[in-house]
């Protein structure tokens, strides 16, 4: 009887880390890959609640009757069009732009894009105006993140296998009691070896996952929105204005970094723009407040030593301390020039919707995960590029149809040394 009660404890704490290993994988799609693959493939198209050149993004499961035709969707939108798929087809006709096939994507791939769009999608969303700002916030069926409720689940079933086998203990002592068996008095649960030792390994895999995950971010930066000495508003120069990025940032695409223009870049402009005409509407920083965007120009004329009165430098100006906002460890070499000149990347991809920011924040999280899955899942651009004539093994094969495309990690983007000294 009493190897009995050892099996049934042992099978209960069996079904308790069983339960919990369960719980844990229900939600197994990992939202923070996806979060990269969707910035490093999705945002020069698509926005989760707002509309780009493609579609918002937001409870887009819910528009597709089919999940397998979705995901065959997202990796070659061709193939489904082909089949006359009739939410495709409709999709394709409202939007009249042709999607990217990501051939190489994979079921998991897509599944994680999609748990961060689901955790995303129904986030408040701020957006300058007035003094303050407006909260919207999107609503749909199943566009929860259900993190918390697997989370809320895993403590009741460990709850409930503890209470059971607390009553299993006290159903046992009544039995024996009542068969007239002497036995010692059960051990308390706070001080019976298994419950220990199963709450020492579910602390030791807590404490385990939060460390590790503590450790991965130390020294990342994403969204870093700091203060910079002037009000510069991407916006109003690139956006409104269309000032071509390499007008300021001259080494983008000859050198290993773009380059922070020199006072006189911009007073080649502001000795002849002197107020701020509000074109571009109205100036917002981040809390809402508003900007003179005059009195910012007065702080340019006052770090250049330019006097608009007297149309004169008065030699007394001085350089503007800008705040670094984008920064990697100096074991990694990252060069402007690769990527731009001959990786045809737009500045977009890393920097987010630049044209589009007042005040700049890192839109990327820089981080090497993130830099391995853009050069597995970009494909190069060999037409016309003569950079990449060298590499005549693939020219061959794509003309023989042996491969349709060459990803970066195919000549050598994922070898450490490529990034590494």
Known sequence: MFQDRT??????????????????????????????????????????NKVVTGPALAHVEDRWPDKKELHAWIRNNAQVLASGYPYAVALKDQYKVAMNVFSDFTDKD??????????????PVSTPGGGGTTTTTTT??????????????TLVLAVIALILLQVNS??????????GIRRGEPVPFYRNKAYIALVVVVLFMIGGY??????????????????QPIFYSHKVHAGVNQISCLYCHSFATTGKHANIPSVN???????????????AGQLYREDGTEVNGTAEIQKLYSYAGWDPKTRAYTGKGHPIEWIRIHNLPDHVFFSHAQHTNAGKVQCQT??????????????????????????????VQFADNGFYS???????????????????????GTECQKCHY
């Open 7 to 48: 099996i049934l404890q042992k099978s209960l704490a069996a079904l308790l880390v069983g339960c919990l290993f369960l719980v844990g994988n229900v939600h197994a799609q990992d939202a923070s890959k996806g979060k990269t693959l969707f910035q490093s493939n999705c945002t020069s198209c698509h926005a989760i």
């Open 265 to 279: 870049v911009c007073m080649n402009c502001h000795m002849n723009i002197s107020e701020y005409s509000g074109t």
């Open 350 to 379: 890393c920097h987010g919707e630049i044209q589009k920011m007042d005040e700049v924040h890192q839109f990327a999280p820089l981080s090497m995960g993130w830099c391995i899955n853009c050069h597995r899942t970009t494909k």
């Open 110 to 123: 897509v599944d994680d894009i999609l748990a961060y769009i689901r955790g995303e999608q129904d986030k």
């Open 390 to 412: 060298i590499y005549e093994k693939f020219h061959n094969d794509i003309r023989d149809h042996k491969i349709d495309s060459v990803t970066v990690q195919m000549i050598g």
């Open 210 to 227: 939060y460390l590790v995950q503590g450790a991965i971010g130390l020294g990342r930066q994403q969204g870093y929105q700091p203060e």
């Open 170 to 179: 006290n159903l046992r002592k009544l039995s024996d009691d009542k068969e």
């Open 140 to 153: 749909g069926e199943g566009g929860s993140n259900n993190s918390l409720l697997f989370g809320i689940m």
